[in-house]
């Protein structure tokens, strides 16, 4: 089991479903949803708890709308994380 636990926040309003997010996670978490957003793009969504919090996704992001958090499993009282934060 991975010692350090991950997930992701998307400002899914402001995808354009560039799919660049879905091919540099290592894990295969990220997905384009077959749904659309208001901006009529299909838009990135986690499929999976795999995320590990990397980051890779948030740096190759052009619109700047992932932030990641990290959950350190080890610890008695689980503390998170905000890894990276970027506004549109
Ligand atoms: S932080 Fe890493 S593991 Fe998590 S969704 Fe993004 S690229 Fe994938
Ligand atoms: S990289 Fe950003 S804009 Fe492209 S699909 Fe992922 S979240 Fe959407």
Not at 8 to 37: A, F, M, R, W
Not at 47 to 53: E, K
Not at 60 to 84: D, F, G
């Amino acid at each position: 089991m991975a010692k350090v636990k991950g997930f992701v926040s998307i400002k899914i309003e402001y995808c354009k479903g560039c799919d660049l997010c879905v091919h540099e996670c290592p894990q295969d978490t990220l997905v384009l949803s077959d749904k659309i957003n208001q901006k009529g793009y299909r838009y990135a969504e986690m499929t999976n708890d795999t995320c590990t919090g990397c980051t890779n996704c948030a740096l190759v992001c052009p619109e700047a709308i992932i932030t990641v958090y990290r959950e350190n499993l080890k610890k008695k009282s689980k503390s998170v994380e905000k890894i990276q934060t970027v506004s549109v």
